[in-house]
C-alpha cells in the first residue's frame, strides 16, 4: 500500500511542477564564453521564473560582459513567442521602496550571488517608475520602445512590461563531472540501504 502511495504522491507532485509558474520552452543552449546551458522559460513574473531557474538547479543568467549579453539578447529574443516581451535576468533590486536615483541603481544584485561589476542600463534606467508600482527587477529589452535601446537593460516590475509577462533566461552551470559521479554514488548507497531494511 505504502508503494502505491508513494507512486501516486510522485505522480501528483510531478504533474502539478509541470504545470505551475513559468516553465521551459527553449533549450538547453551552450554559451561559447563560459560553457554554460541556457533556457528560454514561458512567460511569467519574474519571481516566478526565478524559483523555476532556482528547481532547475541553476538561477536566471547573470550577465558579466557585452559579449554575453549580445549572446543572450542574440540567441533568445528572436525565440519569444510574444514580440511584447522582455527577457527577465537574475539582476534585482532586494530593497524596496529605496527611490528612482543612484542608490536604486547601486541596490541590484546578481540571484547567482556573482559581483555586480557590469551594467548594460538603458540611458535614464534604472528608474524604478512609480507608474509600474515600483521596478525592482532586471530585463533585457527586446522590444522597440521610446528612450529605450534594444538588448539594453531596465528595471521592470515583477509582473508587466507594457502588460505582457516576461520571459526568463535561466543559466544552469554544469557540474564538475567529478561531483556528479560521487552524487550519483551516493544515491546508489541510500537506495541499496533502502532494500536492505
Known sequence: MRTVRDAFTAFFIFVFCAHAGASVIDG?????????????????TWTNSQAEAVAMGGTLATINNLAENTWVFDTFAPLRPDPGSNLWIGFYDPTLNDGTGAQHAA??????????????????????????????????QSYSYPGLVTSDWNDNSNTASGGSLDNGVVQ??????GLSILGLAGLCMIIRRRNYR
Not at 35 to 44: E, I, Q, R, V
Not at 131 to 139: D, H, L, P, Q, T
Open 172 to 177: 544552469v552551470v554544469p557540474e564538475p563531472a
Open 107 to 140: 541596490d541590484f544584485i546578481w540571484a547567482s550571488g556573482a559581483p555586480g561589476v557590469y551594467t548594460n542600463w538603458s540611458p535614464g534606467q534604472p528608474d524604478n517608475s512609480p507608474a509600474f508600482g515600483g521596478e525592482y527587477y532586471g530585463i533585457i
Open 28 to 44: 538547453p543552449f551552450t554559451n561559447p564564453f563560459n560553457g554554460d546551458a541556457y533556457y528560454l522559460l514561458s512567460a511569467d
